[in-house]
């Protein structure tokens, strides 16, 4: 089946739920026995066991993401930064060498520098243009590559099958933050991923009201994710959840409007005169476009702006005076934000270089020129404050 047919139905089962289309929100803690037979009995992973280990309302939104993303199995999070903790502490512990993409979401790099040290993990940077030389960074206890792509803030592309096929030679397990792409855009597992990471808390939950992480993998690494997350108690709540199922059900034709208005957006802002570049893999001009056409599906709405040289007040004229970009953290859902960002304070491996200020844009579905006609103000504040 086609993913629109697949997220419209995958993980729905009316009958077992009086007939109601969704499956609801089951609140449980305690689930009842019938028999001490059945309480010492085996359980299976989705026999009711308790509530923490997963119900109904989990288990649908384990099976939608699964079976769209092709992968073989789910683990639900209550955040998009605790699935990619439950992701590195199933493959990693005491000895182990980890190589992370230099463009890795800063609260990740983060994981890598307290938690995983103390716990004597270490962790090397590598440059997302590596490509296939990675194979001369891995050593005998290299246990994860970890890849984000694009990169948070600055977008780079990585060539994801190249550093797959030397990861595999040293059986090495490759993990990949593919939030902004969601399974629709890109099909981790098609091209050599094991673990696939997934903040829900963006586009699948697509709505700005709630916190939601998702972890995928092959048949061969469900177990130790199932097993870091089952040890460390993690679980979702229940409304969450759902809202996460929900947001699956209109995301292709979210992501399709996102596309679109991000596409119109980048391209007008590549050509305005305050504009040193835009960082965007769809757009011919990105050094990632070749490795995105190639492997990718579609691009999501979330992009950056390099401007060229001006003050951080003419920059904050701009942004203060917006009124469809809102400016907070997080992304995905159905509104436009803008956010001034630091790349350089996030890299350790290479040096990022601006001609000026850098913005992060996410383009929501708001009509297209509204989006453009508020953005032409925000740059005539700009040169005036300038
Ligand atoms: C690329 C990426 N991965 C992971 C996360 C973490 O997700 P959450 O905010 O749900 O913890 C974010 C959030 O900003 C993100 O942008």
């Given at each position: 089946m086609k993913d629109r047919t697949i997220a419209t139905h995958a993980g729905r089962h009316p009958e077992q739920h009086f007939g109601v289309v969704n499956t609801p929100v089951f609140r449980a803690s305690t689930i009842l026995n019938p028999t001490v037979a059945a309480l010492k009995g085996p359980k299976g992973?989705?026999?009711?066991?308790?509530?923490r280990r997963g119900t109904p309302t989990v288990f649908t939104l384990e099976d939608a993401v699964s079976e769209l993303e092709g992968a073989a199995g789910a683990v639900i999070a209550p955040s998009g930064l605790n699935a990619i903790t439950v992701a590195l502490f199933a493959f990693l512990g005491a000895g182990d060498h980890m190589l992370m993409v230099d463009c890795v979401y800063a609260p990740a790099r983060r994981i890598a520098g307290t938690m995983l040290k103390r716990m004597g993990v270490e962790t090397t940077f590598f440059d997302p243009a590596i490509g296939g030389d990675i194979a001369g960074m891995i050593?005998?206890?290299?246990r994860v590559i970890y890849v984000e792509a694009p990169g948070s803030q600055t977008f780079d592309m990585q060539d994801i099958p190249a550093i797959a096929a030397a990861a595999h030679a040293r059986g090495v397990k490759v993990l990949m933050d593919n939030t902004w792409a969601t399974p629709l855009f890109f099909k981790p597992f098609d091209h050599g991923v094991d673990v696939s990471i997934h903040a829900a808390t963006k586009y699948i939950v697509g709505h700005s009201d709630a916190m939601l992480g998702v972890v995928t993998s092959t048949d061969e690494c469900l177990e130790p994710l199932r097993d870091s997350a089952g040890t460390m108690g993690v679980c979702a709540g229940p409304d969450d959840v759902y809202l996460g199922t929900r947001g699956i059900r209109t995301m292709p034709v979210r992501l399709r409007q996102h596309q679109e208005n991000a596409t119109t957006l980048a391209q007008w802002l590549e050509g305005r005169p305050e504009v040193a570049r835009v960082l965007y893999p769809a757009l011919p001009s990105d050094p990632g476009h070749a490795i995105w056409k190639r492997d990718f599906l579609g691009a999501s709405g979330l992009f950056g702006v390099v401007l060229n040289p001006v003050s951080d007040s003419a920059v904050a004229a701009m942004l203060d005076g917006l009124e469809l970009y809102g400016m907070g953290a997080s992304w995905g859902g159905y509104e436009s934000l803008i956010l001034p960002t630091q790349p350089a304070a996030n890299r350790s491996a290479t040096t990022w270089r601006a001609e000026g200020p850098t913005l992060r844009i996410h383009a929501g579905l708001e009509d297209i020129d509204d989006l453009i006609a508020d953005m032409e103000q925000g740059f005539a504040r700009l040169r005036a404050a300038a």
């Open positions: 992973v989705r026999d009711p066991r308790y509530g050593r005998d206890n290299t």
